[in-house]
């Protein structure tokens, strides 16, 4: 039967009940039936339609009888997830975002990610503005710490008048 189902029966019986004969002489004992096909997840969050015998030969996981691809959701891979305050966490991409992360894209992982630092006060001439600390010094200003806000720090302004 599509269910992969088996019942003794005559052929005419067997038609008529929604199954397929599988020949002369056979029985339950000696056949096997097709499996019907299900969801499969793999390790890369795709899915496929598969029997379950070959969605576990292919290395997925079927999601049980009567699912399909359509309407399941495979579990995404971890991914490397940077975080404001300069930390990387391996997540999956929904999970990083709906922490306040950084999804850094398919197959990176924190051992080879390197996210940017937090942003820290910085000083120029005219006052303080709170940017990464590379982002500081290539603009001509004075870091003063990364996590450090401008509300905490005393930059000297300088007076343009002044010589």
């Not at 699912?67 to 399941?72: E, H, K, L, P």
């Not at 997830?81 to 999956?92: I, K, Q, R, V, W």
Request: with cysteine.
């Amino acid at each position: 039967f599509n269910d992969g189902s088996c019942a003794d029966l005559e052929p005419t019986d067997c038609w008529n009940a929604g199954g397929f004969p599988r020949g002369f002489g056979s029985n339950c004992l000696n056949t096997s039936c097709p499996q019907p096909e299900e969801a499969c997840c793999f390790p890369d969050g795709s899915c496929s339609n598969l029997d379950p015998c070959n969605c576990f030969a292919s290395g997925g996981t079927p999601q049980g009888p009567g699912s399909d691809c359509a309407f399941v959701s495979c579990p995404q891979p971890a991914e490397g997830c940077c975080f404001l305050d300069g930390s990387c966490a391996n997540l999956d991409p929904t999970d990083c975002v709906n922490s306040g992360g950084a999804p850094q894209g398919p197959g990176s992982d924190c051992a080879f990610v390197t996210c940017p630092p937090p942003p820290g006060a910085c000083c120029f001439p005219d006052g303080c503005v709170e940017l990464d600390p590379n982002a500081c010094m290539s603009s001509g200003g004075t870091p003063q710490g990364a996590g450090i806000d401008c509300s905490t720090v005393n930059c000297p302004i300088t007076d343009p008048n002044t010589p």
